[in-house]
Antibody, heavy 116, light 110 residues
């Protein structure tokens, strides 16, 4: 069974940093690209970042470019999102998802709250 | 403002059928596969349809997908109260080099 478990969310002040993690199991992790997708309160889904199977190709939404960095450790079956210079508008549930272009399986999400 | 356009809400009675539309452009729906997701806030979105019209194992055949030009449609027949959720379309945008989603449609089963 495919499982994606998101963690690392919390409350942080504007300008602060946070690192999200996603533990994957139930599939061959290094065969798949991965994505991070977020949902702000009362809003729809927004793709944040993607990474290919090797980590050699990454992409970011304009809203986070230059502030967020996606990475993966295939030996640990793990995906990461390093978030810097956080803004109030980054407050959202962050989900990792399997797939770069068209995600299929998703994690339950981890809540990031940016507040002063 | 979402790149893909969906109606904010649809509703129908139990046992009835509904369709949810998703409108985009040639850089996204027009030249890429469409997926549909069912989502209850705070939980993991669930894939209902991929590659425009394919159902993953375990998804009932009450759910169907279609695509024509730059629009896609999700159909749900035999509505059940358990189908109440938010539904999102998604695809890749070849110009933005982003995955893009619709704004979501809230389904109410009256």
């Amino acid at each position: 069974e495919v499982q994606l478990v998101d963690s690392g969310g919390g409350v942080v002040r504007p300008g602060g940093s946070l690192r999200l993690s996603c533990a994957a199991s139930g599939f061959i992790f290094n065969n798949y690209g991965m994505s991070w997708v977020r949902q702000a309160p009362g809003k729809g889904l927004e793709w944040v970042s993607g990474i290919n199977w090797s980590g050699g190709d990454t992409g970011y939404a304009d809203s986070v470019k230059g502030r967020f960095t996606v990475s993966r450790d295939n030996a640990k079956n793990s995906l990461y999102l390093e978030m810097n210079s956080l803004r109030i508008e980054d407050t959202a549930f962050y989900h990792c998802a399997r797939g770069y272009h068209n995600p299929d399986y998703w994690g339950q999400g981890t809540l990031v709250t940016v507040s002063s | 403002q979402s790149v893909l356009t969906q109606p904010p809400s649809v509703s129908a009675a139990p046992g009835q059928a509904v369709t949810i539309s998703c409108s985009g452009s040639s850089s996204n729906i027009g030249n890429n596969y469409v997926s549909w997701y069912q989502h209850l806030p705070g939980t993991a979105p669930k894939l209902l349809i991929y590659d425009n019209n394919k159902r993953p194992s375990g998804v009932p055949d009450r759910f169907s997908g279609s695509k024509s030009g730059t629009s896609a449609t999700l159909g749900i027949t035999g509505l059940q109260t358990g189908d109440e959720a938010d539904y999102y379309c998604g695809t890749w945008d070849s110009s933005l080099l982003n995955a893009v989603f619709g704004g979501g449609t809230k389904l109410t089963v009256l």
